[in-house]
Structure formats: C-alpha cells, structure tokens
C-alpha cells in the first residue's frame, strides 16, 4: 500500500514565530480574529433587541466575546506584531453587511445563523486547527477560548432548534446566502494560514464538520443537512 | 447501537454513491472537494438474529477514497473524524471497514486520541480482524476439500503473513486445521522470522518462490497494482483465498483449475435491509458484507462492547474460536465459492 510517511509528521513541526514570512501572515490572521471577536460582541448586543426577553443572557455572550478580543490582541503584542484592522474589516464587510440588513429587517434567524451557525463554527474549527501550531502564549489564550466558542454556537442552536417549524425557510435561503461567503473567506485567507501551518483543506473540513453538527442538533436530517452544507464545498 | 465506518472502493463508485443517494452536489464534486467533506452518517440499519434478537445500527461513510492514500493527512483526518462522528452518535461498537484500520495501524493513529473536543474511548471501536481472520480460515477448511485439496497434505501460502490477520491465521492452519506446511510470505523479513519462530514450523519464501508450491494461497496483503501472477506456474486445482482490501485478485488469476475465493466475506442468513453495500462489490448485497463490519454486529448482539480487535499480533486461537461461534449463533456464514465453478472442476476430473 502506498503511504509510507512517518508516523511523525502527524505532530506538525512548529512554524517559526519570528520570521517577517510569519508576522506578515500573522498580522491579517490575528486583525481578522480579533474583528471577528469584536463583530461578535456587537451582533450579541444587536441580537438582544430583537430577542428582548433574552438581552440579558445575549449581553453575557457579548462580554465573553470582547474578553476574547482582548487575549487576541494581546497574543499580537506578545510576537510584536501590528494586526492590520482594514484588512479584516474588509474581510467580514459581505457577512457584516447581511447581518446588518437582516437586523434592520427584524430577521432573527437570518441573524443568528450567520452570527450563531456560521461564525461561531468558523471559529472553533479556525481555533482547533491554530491551536496545535500556536505559539505556547497564543495556544493557551485560544484553549479558554474555544470552549466558550461552542457555548455560543450552543445558544443558537437551541434557540433555532425550538422554532425550527418556523424558522426551516428563512435558514435555508439565509444559508443559501450566507455559506458561500464563509467558503470565500476561508479561500482569502488560506495562504495566510498555510505560512501558520493551518492546511485549508482541514479548516474546511473542521467547519463543516462544527456546522453540520449544529444542524443535525436543530433537527435537520443527513441529507438536507449535506445539500445544505454543499455551498461551503463547492467552493 | 453498532456502527461501521466505510468508504468507496474508488473515487468514481464514491460519485455514484453519492449520485444514487441523492448527493448531488457530492456526485458532482472533485477529488478536493472530497478531501474537505465530513465524514456522513448515511444510513441506520436494524438487524434480528435466527433467535430473534434485534439490535440498531448505522452506516457512517468517511468520505475517504483510496485516490487519497498519497495524501497523508488527509487520509488520517478522514479516519478519526469519522470515528469521532461515530463516538459523538453514541454508537457503542465501531467497525474500522476497508482502509480505514489499515490506515489507523500503520500511521499509529493510537497516538492522536485528541480530536477536537473529543477524547476517543478505544474501546468503542474494533478492526474487526479476528472475525475477518476466523472466516478466512474455515473458507480455507471447507472449500479446499471440495476441490480435492487433502489439508492434511497441503501447502498453504500465507502472503502477508506477518500483519495482524496473517498471523493469526498462520496459528490457526498450525494449531487448529493442521495444514501439511505454511509457506510464509511478507515483506519484512525480521517479522517473519519472528513468526516463524512463534509458530515452530513453516518456511521463508518469496512470492514467486510459494506460489508453484502452494495448493492454497491465502491473500491478506493487499497487491500491488503492478503485480503479475503466471499462472501457469501454479499448481492445478490452487483456491486462492482473496482477504486483501481490495479484493482485486480475480482481475489478476483467470485459468482452469484455479480458483478464486473473496475472503472476509460473510453472508447474513436473511435479507438485510439496507442501501449501502448494495454500492459495494458484492454478489448478494442484502445478505453479504465483510467480515471486520459483521464483528462489530456480532458484538453488539452478544453485549460484548470491547475493542475485541485492536493492535498489531494479539489475535490468539481463542479469540477466534468464540467470534466464530458467536458468527454462526446470530446466522452468519463465511462465503463459500461458486458452486458452480466446483462443478466445472468435477468435469474436467472426469
């Protein structure tokens, strides 16, 4: 049988953390983790108003989500690294720009999926696969991190789970229009991650993995949930 | 609640797969678009055994081809995602089918319990090798005879001695069928040493060395593509036995008087009603699957929810000896040949 790689290779060397190659990366890497905290907190924040008898518990989310930010940018400061903010603003304006649309138009589910679903299951499967090749400050600031990442996707997931009859529509038209974007984000971003050894074929594979979970737990079944999730593949 | 964990024997039969189940976006796919897709729970299944227990179970495909064997990592992320998907589900004994207990034995994937947030529990999953060796074996002691071969008096090759199934099946023509001699085939000639010593008898040779002597060839290596059998160097009747993954062996020996038998294999003694092995190479579908899936359906009838298979060489007689009865308590039997070809054989005797 052909594979006869060793067995080592499955414990990926550590980049070096020093290089101009790793900082450049990291500079965007890092701008677009700690924007997407922030986004976060804010959507949080939006989304207690159109769930008010839920803002109190959506405000606690919002406040783990900037406590996030913070060990982010400190991990940028611990490799004396500048995150490049526009670049990540630019990065999640097509997402932020739905989200806001789907505010104003009072669209709860829309929402939460883009907010909830899909950003959160970005991020624990980005994290994840970080976390194995962080530096040892960044790989522990991330470990607290992504538990908390799966409380969130958690309170979506509920919320959309006990209004599912009336929410399987607008979830699917708003994944229809919002999965695509993720799946452009990830490839925008891949050469980027590659320089911190975090493979795109895995982060897809993680997301979706992360993202169809949360769709079996709402109630989806295997196959809508793989005609859903095909948008983030095809790419 | 059992489960097993398959993949496509090609990246085409994959496509039609996905095509037939309604995966349309998956049919359509390209080889990297596979090697991002998650692992799939495609199908529950319930069986009843002839004392009319009935146990659940599920289907869980990886999503792995064997076009991705050159991509390490991929092909490890393929495995113990899906085994992770299978823990998650609940499922209380796991099967490893086809590569997929292949790849996780030879990169050690014993080492990478971590799988996200999720520790693997080992005792949730089995290779399946001790069912899959045990069949091996009484295919070899019921169908040898039916073409004239005296077992007593036999020469039985065993390429791929050393691996985990190859030994075990080694002990068992030593210790329990009494074969006349085991020759023993592999690559690594250390191991086999060390078999040879362990077993008190048998001989070295090469392929090309076993082949002409042998009135059995048992198969538990899977071939190289590039292999080529003369077959008129073997001896007449031989019966192949064909455990390696693939089971591609027929495609490589066509001649009278050999015969070749699809090792592994079992039938279910009623019809099974699931869609999945249907899409697989098998003659009868409803009833026919390997061996290494029906030990995890045999363990969850009998309770028994313990890696039963697991590591390299622990497989003994006794293992072998109680899946086996377990196999024919809960009606399964190890796929016979073609009774048809045996017949054949009888007219050129005559």
């Keep these: 049988m052909p594979v006869a790689e060793s067995t080592s290779a499955l414990r990926e060397a550590l980049p070096d953390f020093t290089t101009p190659a790793y900082k450049d990366a990291y500079s965007r890497i890092n701008a677009i983790v700690i924007e997407g905290e922030q986004e976060a907190h804010d959507n949080y924040i939006s989304l207690g108003t159109l769930i008010p008898d839920q803002a109190e518990e959506l405000a606690r989310l919002a406040r783990m989500e900037l406590k996030h930010m913070k060990g982010f940018q400190a991990c940028a400061r611990n490799l004396d690294v500048v995150a490049d903010m526009p670049f990540a603003k630019d990065f999640f304006s097509p997402l932020h720009g739905n989200f806001q649309v789907a505010l104003a138009e009072g669209k709860v589910v829309t929402c939460l999926l883009i907010q909830a679903l899909l950003i959160e299951a970005f991020a624990i499967a980005a994290y994840h696969i970080y976390i194995p090749v962080a530096d040892p400050f960044a790989r522990k600031i991330t470990e607290g991190v992504v538990q908390d990442e799966y409380t969130h996707l958690n309170y979506g997931q509920e919320w959309l789970k006990a209004n599912l009859e009336t929410s399987r529509n607008e979830l699917e038209i708003a994944n229809r229009q919002n999965l695509p974007l993720v799946r452009q984000m990830l490839d925008q971003v891949a050469g980027d991650a590659a320089v911190l050894k975090m493979e795109k074929e895995g982060l897809i594979e993680d997301f979706l993995i992360a993202y169809q979970e949360a769709l079996a737990e709402i109630g989806f079944t295997s196959r809508e949930i793989a005609r859903m999730a095909a948008a983030a593949l095809v790419g | 609640m059992f489960g097993l964990i398959g993949h496509s024997s090609n990246f085409e039969e994959a496509r039609q797969k996905a095509r037939n189940l309604g995966y349309d976006d998956y049919a359509e796919g390209d080889l990297d678009m596979w090697c991002s897709a998650p692992p799939q729970l495609l199908e529950r299944l319930s069986l009843t055994s002839p004392s009319g227990t009935t146990i659940e179970g599920a289907y869980i495909d990886s999503c792995f081809v064997p076009e991705m064997l050159s991509r390490f990592k991929t092909a490890t992320r393929k495995v113990l995602n899906a085994m992770e998907l299978a823990q998650k589900q609940g499922l209380a004994i796991t099967a490893?089918?086809?590569?997929?207990?292949?790849?996780?034995?030879?990169?050690?994937?014993?080492?990478?319990?971590?799988?996200?947030?999720?520790?693997?529990d080992w005792e949730r999953f089995t290779t399946g090798n001790t069912h899959t060796a045990w069949v091996i074996c009484r295919q070899l002691e019921v169908n040898?005879?039916?073409?004239?071969?005296?077992?007593?008096?036999?020469?039985?090759?065993?390429?791929?001695?050393?691996?985990d199934i190859g030994s075990a099946v080694c002990r068992w023509l030593q210790n329990k069928t009494g074969v006349g001699e085991l020759l023993l085939v592999a690559r690594h000639q250390q191991r086999l040493l060390d078999l040879q010593t362990a077993?008190?008898?048998?001989?070295?040779l090469a392929l090309e060395e076993a082949l002409p002597e042998a009135d059995v060839v048992v198969w538990v290596a899977s071939l190289p593509q590039s292999l080529e059998i003369d077959w008129r160097t073997l001896k007449t009747p031989c019966l192949m036995i064909d455990g390696g993954y693939p089971k591609n062996l027929d495609s490589k020996v066509n001649a009278q008087g050999i015969h070749v038998l699809k090792g592994g294999i079992v039938e279910f003694f009623t019809d099974i009603d699931w869609q999945m092995l249907e899409v697989a190479d098998m003659e009868?579908?409803?009833?026919?699957?390997?061996?290494?899936?029906?030990?995890?359906?045999?363990?969850?009838?009998?309770?028994?929810h313990t890696n039963f298979s697991w590591g390299r060489n622990r497989i003994t007689t006794q293992t072998m000896e109680q899946i086996g009865a377990a196999s024919g308590r809960h009606g399964f039997k190890p796929l016979g040949l073609d009774p048809?070809?045996?017949?054949?054989?009888a007219g050129v005797v005559l």
């Design chain 2, 199 to 204: 077993l008190g008898s048998g001989r070295i």
């Design chain 2, 96 to 120: 490893l089918g086809g590569f997929t207990s292949i790849i996780f034995e030879n990169f050690d994937l014993a080492k990478v319990q971590q799988i996200r947030s999720t520790t693997l």
């Design chain 2, 144 to 163: 040898a005879p039916l073409l004239g071969i005296d077992l007593a008096r036999a020469k039985v090759a065993v390429v791929g001695a050393t691996g």
């Design chain 2, 284 to 304: 009868n579908p409803k009833r026919q699957m390997f061996a290494c899936f029906a030990e995890a359906i045999l363990l969850e009838f009998e309770g028994w």
């Design chain 2, 340 to 345: 048809a070809g045996i017949l054949s054989l």
